[in-house]
């Protein structure tokens, strides 16, 4: 059982940083990998980063590669996105995922567990 909960949403100005906290329970948290997804209005979901439990290897969609920074601190549960250089597309409800493969975040979807998200709004 894996059960996830987002916060640091909020609004910001394009240009501007923000920084999303995914707190997870799990045993086998550190096992599994660990990830992100976003969802705007009359939008498909959008993979935006992931990164592996067993290995630590990271994953971007080529649209916040370079922007955005995803890490794990598996003593606290913890996963992060440090989002930089924010712009209005960037503008989604972000959902924090967990599964025990990580392909399934970037080829073989979806992912088995979800939170409830936080809402990130990019004003230009």
């Known amino acids: 059982q894996v059960q996830l909960v987002e916060s640091g949403g909020g609004l910001v100005q394009a240009g501007g940083s923000l920084r999303l906290s995914c707190a997870a329970s799990?045993?086998?948290?550190?096992?599994?990998?660990m990830g992100w997804f976003r969802q705007a209005p009359g939008k498909e979901r959008e993979f935006v980063a992931a990164?592996?439990?067993?290995?630590?290897?990271?994953y971007y969609a080529d649209s916040v590669k370079g922007r955005f920074t995803i890490s794990r601190d598996n003593d606290k549960n913890t996963v992060y996105l440090q989002m930089n250089s924010l712009k209005p597309e960037d503008t989604a409800l972000y959902v924090c995922?967990?599964?025990?493969?990580?392909?399934?975040?970037?080829?073989?979807?979806?992912?088995?567990?979800w939170g409830q998200g936080t809402q990130v709004t990019v004003s230009s």
């Open positions: 799990g045993r086998t948290f550190s096992n599994y990998a």
């Open positions: 995922a967990a599964d025990s493969i990580d392909r399934r975040f970037y080829a073989l979807g979806p992912p088995n567990y």
């Open positions: 990164i592996s439990g067993s290995t630590g290897s990271t």
